[in-house]
């Protein structure tokens, strides 16, 4: 089966714009997550939906960073405005929903590495 | 709050050497453990998890048993290879909450020829 897509791969912008993320699941994956991995540090988690819904976006800075999940299925990760400390890779994850075998087991895909100059 | 200590790379061994990788954790109740792994350019893969005390996770024949009394979940590795270098994270992920993992920052291995 495919695996979770993420793209772009890479993304340098200058600070004061913005950019966007996009992440598309393994199908039938209710449940999807956003984390920033910082160079150096393990991955953070910024949000996480059940399918349409939000149900923790505690680490999210919510005044520039913001994310949606339309029809339960694709994402978008938006940064506006970006700041220099916003450098870092965004890894989309993926977990198939309990009822059907699901055992929390998160698939990541690949990353977006973001430079802000 | 929940919190992994991995222990500080890089690890730099000569195949076929023994590999540790020491990791402890902080959470309340008893969460299950993972050990990610993450080579160059590609994201996170699980390589193993255990999901309760005294459990033996094992994968590519890397193991990590889970002991409560010392909150550990060390990852050991008989003999690695060149094709092991990577960065190894271990994860945690409380009972409470909505399966939210917690992950340390992280241990690169590097094996030598």
């Known amino acids: 089966e495919a695996g979770v897509a993420q793209s772009p791969r890479y993304k340098i912008i200058e600070k004061r714009q913005s950019v966007a993320f996009w992440c598309n699941p393994i199908s039938g994956h209710a449940t999807l997550y956003w984390y920033q991995q910082i160079l150096g540090q393990g991955p953070k988690l910024l949000i996480q939906?059940?399918?349409?819904?939000?149900?923790?976006d505690s680490q999210l800075p919510k005044d520039r960073f913001s994310a949606e999940r339309l029809k339960g299925v694709d994402s978008t990760l938006k940064i506006q405005p970006a700041k220099l400390e916003d450098s870092a890779v965004y890894l989309c994850a993926s977990s198939p929903p309990l009822g059907r075998g699901g055992s929390y087991e998160q698939y990541f895909g690949p990353g977006t590495r973001l430079t802000v100059t | 709050g929940d919190s992994v200590t991995q222990m500080e790379g890089p690890v730099t061994l000569s195949e076929e050497a023994f590999l540790t990788i020491n990791c402890t954790y902080t959470a309340t109740g008893y969460p299950s453990l993972f050990w990610y792994v993450q080579y160059p350019g590609e994201g996170l893969q699980l390589l193993l998890k255990a999901t309760k005390a005294d459990d033996k996770g094992s994968n590519k024949g890397f193991e990590a048993t889970y002991r409560k009394e010392t909150t550990s979940f060390h990852l050991e590795k008989g003999s690695v290879q060149v094709s092991d270098s990577a960065v190894y994270f271990c994860a945690l992920r409380s009972l409470s909450g909505y399966s939210t993992l917690t992950f340390g920052k992280g241990t690169m291995l590097l094996v030598s020829p």
């Open positions: 939906f059940q399918n349409n819904g939000v149900v923790d």
